[in-house]
T-cell receptor, first 114, second 117 residues
Framework: GNSVTQMEGPVTLSEEAFLTINCTYT??????LFWYVQYPGEGLQLLLK?????DKGSNKGFEATYRKETTSFHLEKGSVQVSDSAVYFC?????????????FGKGTTLSVSS | DAGVIQSPRHEVTEMGQEVTLRCKPI?????LFWYRQTMMRGLELLIY????????DSGMPEDRFSAKMPNASFSTLKIQPSEPRDSAVYFC???????????????FGPGTRLLVL
């Protein structure tokens, strides 16, 4: 079946540290890949996405590259800030005849201290 | 632009009571999704609609759960009767819903935090 596996958290970092959150996927088709972020008390919002192999999604200093050969979409940021503290979800989407649905990983909590 | 609107934001009810959660998707979006989030199970897709028609309800946990979308601007998720294990945050999301476009972004509402005592 289709699934997403993320590294378990929490991830605790100091401000300006380098961040990597690992994400791998299993898919029967050729998915699009997403990272969503959830700030405390809020709904999820799209952080970045990539729709084909070797695409790099980027936003707010975060990056992730769609690696088909390793079925991975790892999230990275060179220098985290306290405001990046949130839960990060990796997700994939496969289209079908009538629409699309997201399959999420379990989420990784990031806590950044000053 | 108003985003996805959900109501109520918080609901506390007693076991056995009926609970109705409401969602207004972004205007012009054709796909609507209901998710449930718990610590134990993470984010689970319950059901999704395309052009007001339910496409996949395989995630609906049991017959106590039902969802409707009577028109393009409104959807409900009903739990009857409610049980303590239904306590969770329920999210509604919408997307433009063009068939075959797996790269669409879903836009989430703020969620309804449900507590069943």
């Amino acid at each position: 079946g289709n699934s997403v596996t993320q590294m378990e958290g929490p991830v605790t970092l100091s401000e300006e540290a380098f961040l990597t959150i690992n994400c791998t996927y299993t898919a029967t088709g050729y998915p699009s890949l997403f990272w969503y972020v959830q700030y405390p008390g809020e709904g999820l919002q799209l952080l970045l996405k990539a729709t084909k192999a070797d695409d790099k999604g980027s936003n707010k200093g975060f990056e992730a590259t769609y690696r088909k050969e390793t079925t991975s979409f790892h999230l990275e940021k060179g220098s985290v800030q306290v405001s990046d503290s949130a839960v990060y979800f990796c997700a994939l989407s496969l289209s079908n005849q009538a629409g699309t649905a997201l399959i999420f990983g379990k989420g990784t909590t990031l806590s950044v201290s000053s | 632009d108003a985003g996805v609107i959900q109501s109520p934001r918080h609901e506390v009810t007693e076991m056995g009571q009926e609970v109705t959660l409401r969602c207004k998707p972004i205007s012009g979006h054709n796909s609507l999704f209901w998710y449930r989030q718990t610590m134990m199970r993470g984010l689970e897709l319950l059901i999704y609609f395309n052009n007001n028609v339910p496409i996949d309800d395989s995630g609906m946990p049991e017959d106590r759960f039902s969802a409707k979308m009577p028109n393009a601007s409104f959807s409900t998720l009903k739990i009857q009767p409610s049980e303590p294990r239904d306590s969770a945050v329920y999210f509604c999301a919408s997307s433009s819903g063009l068939a075959g476009l797996a790269q669409e972004t879903q836009y989430f509402g703020p969620g309804t935090r449900l507590l069943v005592l």
